[in-house]
Nanobody, 118 residues
Framework: QVQLVESGGGLVQAGGSLRLSCATSAIIFRSASMGWYRQAPGKQRELVATISSGGTTNYADSVKGRFGISRDNAKNTVYLQMNSLKSEDTAVYYC????????????WGQGTQVTVSS
């Protein structure tokens, strides 16, 4: 069974920082585009940031300049550094591993809560 194990969520004051981590197996990680999504209460899940297997990044407009996504291919781990956090960043954050093509897959982590107090 594929596992994406997330960590790093918690409670932080507005303006603070958190770093999320998501680890998985090498066979899943190395060919996947990894991403972070979030879902706030009463809202749909939305993209936060993605990073391709080659390192190309993509961000939601709402987090550009504040969040940074990176991947450590030696550790099979993707990170989301979140700075200048706002109350509207409060949500459950989900890690995603996606690969298209002939051998395709789309896996999700269990989610980690991020709460930003104002």
């Amino acid at each position: 069974q594929v596992q994406l194990v997330e960590s790093g969520g918690g409670l932080v004051q507005a303006g603070g920082s958190l770093r999320l981590s998501c680890a998985t197996s090498a066979i899943i990680f190395r060919s996947a585009s990894m991403g972070w999504y979030r879902q706030a209460p009463g809202k749909q899940r939305e993209l936060v940031a993605t990073i391709s297997s080659g390192g190309t990044t993509n961000y939601a407009d709402s987090v550009k300049g504040r969040f940074g996504i990176s991947r450590d291919n030696a550790k099979n781990t993707v990170y989301l550094q979140m700075n200048s956090l706002k109350s509207e960043d409060t949500a459950v954050y989900y890690c995603n591993a996606n690969r298209g093509g002939i051998i395709s897959y789309n896996y999700w982590g269990q989610g980690t809560q991020v709460t930003v107090s104002s």
